[in-house]
């Protein structure tokens, strides 16, 4: 079997496009995997094109000698950009494997330890903050608000959620984004006493509606230094959080973190490749160790995951895009033993579900693991087609 085409595909999804990667064999076979342009990876659908046609003619199931041919094409600039794209390819030609066995992909790497994976709601709140009044979008205009968005998770089964920071502005409640260079306070990234006193009231609010037993996270992205992580933290210790998600770059600034938490730490989903987590990994630095399997591969994503076990840390999939993505990170978290939770964004565009063949199956706060052929579903090109990017 050899591959003969790749070919990529794009769709509206409101606010972002997603992305979808082919790849077709000499004996009908194809392969799926999505990917994103919208995450500072402006120009990754020409890098794949380009690694692409390196491909073409290899067997698609000697999915390792794939990645190593690849790696040559870029190891003086192995991160970054490249990384997505040689992931991208390397998760569709894990779909052709899978199916040309006709088994799902965790099977090729020894099976589920699990069929049921739990599951936490993602960007709970920011998107109704954000894009409420649309896309079918209950809006979140205050803390009441907020609290009533915990009730209803609660009603439908969700044990678990992870929301970001807010701050009121105008008299409604805005999405608090300084790190990605969106509001005032970049690129300083100071602490401000108003936001992490806004923080503390969503957080109650939050913790009010959904109960004391919901597992609260709070992901603060790249929005402070770690003087504002420390304030961070002091903000939120009474709300007894499952983690604290933040991302730095620095090993050692994210321990000392860390160290002056009273509660778990999550951080690595912009990290790349076992050499970008070490460093991590030796400072302590993490409790739970967040890996993006479209960034990185599955192939390399699952190595990462056997890293950390090594330091005893447990994985959490970062997985925030459309319901392929949901199969390919179930995979990898039906397939490792040291899993944490699978992230899930629930609030999304009516018309998500329409691109895949099946859609992910969510029961009181769990994902059934798919058990069908590859990643357990496939695109629907006609689907994509009505929805072109905007």
């Known amino acids: 079997m050899k591959i003969v085409k790749i070919e990529d595909f794009h769709a509206n999804a409101g606010w972002r ?20 342009e919208d995450v500072g990876t402006k120009g990754l659908n020409a890098t794949i094109r380009a690694l692409g046609e390196r491909l073409i003619g290899l067997d698609p199931t000697r999915v390792e000698w794939a ?19 040689m992931a991208a390819l390397g998760n569709a030609l894990l779909d052709i494997a899978g199916k ?36 079918g979008l209950p809006p979140v205009r205050d803390y009441d608000d907020v609290m009533k968005l915990g009730e ?27 790190g ?8 300083a990234l100071n602490p401000r006493p108003e936001v992490l006193r806004g923080l503390a009231r969503q957080l109650e609010a939050l913790r009010a509606g959904a109960g004391a037993d919901a597992d609260l996270m709070l ?9 504002g992580y420390l304030e961070l933290v002091r903000t939120v210790e009474p709300f007894r959080l499952a983690w604290l998600e933040l991302d730095t770059y620095d090993p050692q600034s994210l321990a000392l973190l860390r160290r002056a938490a009273g509660f778990p730490i999550a951080s690595g989903e912009s990290l790349y490749h076992r050499r970008s987590y070490r460093p991590f990994l030796d400072a302590y630095a993490m409790d739970v160790a967040i890996v993006d399997v ?40 039906a397939l490792v033993p040291n899993l944490r939770i699978m992230e899930i964004d629930i609030d999304d ?26 990643w357990g579903t496939d695109v629907d090109e006609a689907a994509v087609r009505r929805h072109p990017p905007g």
Do not use: C
């Open 17 to 36: 496009t997603t992305s979808f990667l082919k790849i077709t064999t000499d004996e009908g076979l194809i392969g799926w995997s999505e990917y994103s």
């Open 67 to 85: 990645m190593a041919v690849l790696y040559t094409q870029t190891v003086p600039a192995w991160s970054g950009i490249n990384q997505h794209a």
């Open 100 to 135: 040309a066995l006709g088994v799902p992909v965790h099977a090729l790497f020894g099976g589920a330890v699990r069929d049921r994976l739990p599951v936490y709601w993602s960007h709970f709140g920011t998107y109704r903050v954000r894009h409420g009044g649309r896309y």
């Open 152 to 178: 209803e998770a609660r009603r439908r089964g969700f044990r678990a959620m992870k929301t970001n920071i807010t701050l009121m502005e105008d008299g409604a409640l805005a999405n608090f984004r300084p």
């Open 180 to 187: 990605f260079g969106t509001m005032p306070g970049f690129p």
């Open 219 to 227: 992901d603060a992205n790249f929005h402070f230094r770690t003087e």
């Open 294 to 333: 479209l960034w990185n591969g599955f192939l390399e994503a699952v190595k990462i995951a056997s890293l950390a076990d090594a330091y005893e840390v447990n994985v959490a999939p970062h997985n925030f895009y459309g319901h392929l993505a949901d199969h390919i990170s179930a995979n990898f978290a």
């Open 349 to 374: 565009v009516p018309w998500k579900g329409e691109f895949v063949t099946h859609q992910p199956v969510i029961e009181n706060g769990e994902m059934l693991v798919p058990t069908r052929p590859g």
